[in-house]
């Protein structure tokens, strides 16, 4: 029988209609045709309730619970309608504290944005490949974080051993305080119907095609990218006449969805110094404080100078940009 990935159903939970547009089209580039889209963690929990999904890619910023309560959800909660669901966390949140916090919720692959396709491909090709044993517990459910198998530095820490569980499948048991281990099972595999790697139907040239179809919407996506300038440029004239959360909060949304969106079409620099500004704005912004309105004012000039002159880093207007808001950012963070 040939393998066919039409037989697999996978969900794209994002807020942002624009990358779920680009993950679709990537993914039916792939031969997956069966992709639903949902914008929030409701529908999500809502879809997988009434319809069949084998894979979910889900954003970390959802509402009106986000992504990692979406996974906590459907991992512990005892009305769970897919415990063991395969979930590719696909978010711009990419920071080291980030991608472990998604780990304890029990998520099976990471993947940042901005993305190529080859790297949504990577996290296809492991979770279909190589399937992971599934703990079972109190605390934790979800594939098992130790990927070579042996427990850090050659020892055993977990307080206690799991047992072995009899059956795995989509509807495993609730959580008990005595952690379960259930084996790997290749259930999207077989639903393929594919018996050698992933990569023997999914080939470079139509990872190569999808490439191609991604760079063939780079002007579109260079007008939702001064889109979200426009919008951080406006939160940010607001903040400063009321300092606020919500505005805040504003910003680092659109400042998020630079990083992402501008990353994803190869334009680096834009990409870089838009998550320079996320995480300014994350560990040392303060309401109020003048001279950290100036460092912000200092990135969207400098942002605005990129999209007018050097989008593509080519001249060296954007490289150097980006090294005085590197010294800017450290001056003020002493």
Same mark, same amino acid.
């Given at each position: 029988m040939? &393998?066919? /990935?039409?037989?697999?159903?996978?969900?794209?939970?994002?807020?942002?209609?624009?990358i779920?547009?680009v993950?679709?089209?990537?993914l039916?580039?792939?031969?997956?045709?069966?992709?639903?889209?949902?914008?929030?963690?409701?529908?999500a929990? +809502?879809?997988?309730?009434?319809?069949?999904?084998?894979?979910l890619?889900?954003?970390?910023?959802?509402?009106?619970?986000?992504?990692?309560?979406?996974?906590?959800?459907?991992?512990?909660?005892?009305?769970?309608?897919?415990?063991? #669901?395969?979930i590719?966390?696909?978010?711009?949140?990419?920071?080291?504290v980030?991608v472990t916090?998604?780990?304890?919720?029990? #998520?099976t692959e990471?993947l940042?944005?901005?993305?190529?396709?080859?790297?949504?491909?990577?996290?296809?090709?492991?979770l279909?490949?190589?399937?992971? &044993?599934?703990?079972?517990?109190?605390?934790?459910?979800?594939?098992?974080?130790?990927?070579?198998?042996?427990?850090?530095?050659?020892?055993?820490?977990?307080?206690?051993?799991?047992?072995?569980?009899?059956?795995?499948?989509?509807?495993?048991?609730?959580?008990?305080?005595? &952690?379960q281990?259930?084996?790997?099972?290749?259930?999207?595999?077989?639903?393929i119907? /594919?018996?050698?790697?992933?990569?023997?139907?999914?080939?470079?040239?139509?990872?190569? +095609?999808? %490439?191609?179809?991604?760079?063939?919407?780079?002007?579109?996506? /260079?007008?939702?990218?001064?889109?979200?300038?426009?919008?951080?440029?406006?939160?940010f004239i607001?903040?400063?006449?009321?300092?606020?959360?919500?505005?805040?909060?504003?910003?680092?949304?659109?400042?998020?969805?630079?990083?992402?969106?501008?990353g994803?079409?190869?334009?680096? #620099? &834009?990409?870089?110094?838009a998550?320079?500004l996320?995480?300014f704005?994350?560990?040392?912004?303060?309401? +109020?404080?003048?001279?950290?309105?100036?460092?912000?004012? %200092?990135?969207?000039e400098?942002?605005?100078?990129?999209?007018?002159?050097?989008?593509?880093?080519e001249t060296?207007?954007a490289?150097?940009?980006?090294?005085? /808001?590197?010294?800017l950012?450290?001056?003020? +963070?002493?």
């Amino acid at each position: 029988m040939k &393998p066919r /990935l039409d037989n697999i159903n996978i969900l794209l939970a994002d807020s942002d209609p624009q990358i779920a547009r680009v993950v679709t089209l990537n993914l039916r580039e792939m031969g997956f045709r069966r992709v639903e889209y949902v914008r929030d963690a409701t529908e999500a929990l +809502a879809h997988i309730t009434t319809k069949p999904v084998d894979i979910l890619i889900t954003e970390w910023l959802l509402e009106p619970m986000d992504g990692i309560e979406l996974v906590r959800h459907l991992r512990l909660s005892r009305n769970s309608p897919n415990r063991s #669901i395969p979930i590719i966390m696909l978010t711009g949140k990419g920071e080291y504290v980030d991608v472990t916090t998604a780990r304890d919720v029990g #998520i099976t692959e990471f993947l940042v944005k901005p993305f190529t396709v080859q790297t949504l491909f990577d996290r296809l090709e492991h979770l279909v490949d190589h399937p992971r &044993p599934f703990i079972l517990s109190e605390n934790f459910a979800g594939p098992d974080r130790r990927r070579k198998g042996a427990p850090p530095d050659g020892m055993e820490k977990r307080v206690t051993r799991p047992r072995e569980g009899k059956k795995f499948g989509k509807h495993l048991p609730a959580p008990e305080k005595t &952690p379960q281990i259930f084996p790997a099972d290749h259930e999207i595999k077989r639903a393929i119907g /594919l018996i050698g790697p992933l990569a023997t139907i999914i080939t470079p040239d139509m990872l190569q +095609a999808a %490439q191609t179809a991604l760079e063939g919407m780079q002007d579109e996506t /260079l007008g939702w990218v001064r889109e979200d300038l426009k919008n951080l440029e406006t939160a940010f004239i607001e903040i400063q006449k009321t300092p606020n959360v919500e505005k805040l909060n504003d910003m680092k949304a659109a400042t998020m969805s630079i990083k992402s969106r501008a990353g994803t079409f190869g334009f680096t #620099i &834009p990409s870089q110094i838009a998550r320079m500004l996320y995480l300014f704005l994350t560990t040392h912004y303060a309401l +109020a404080r003048p001279v950290h309105n100036q460092v912000v004012h %200092q990135f969207v000039e400098s942002l605005k100078v990129i999209f007018a002159n050097d989008i593509k880093g080519e001249t060296g207007i954007a490289s150097e940009l980006v090294k005085e /808001l590197e010294e800017l950012v450290k001056r003020t +963070a002493k």
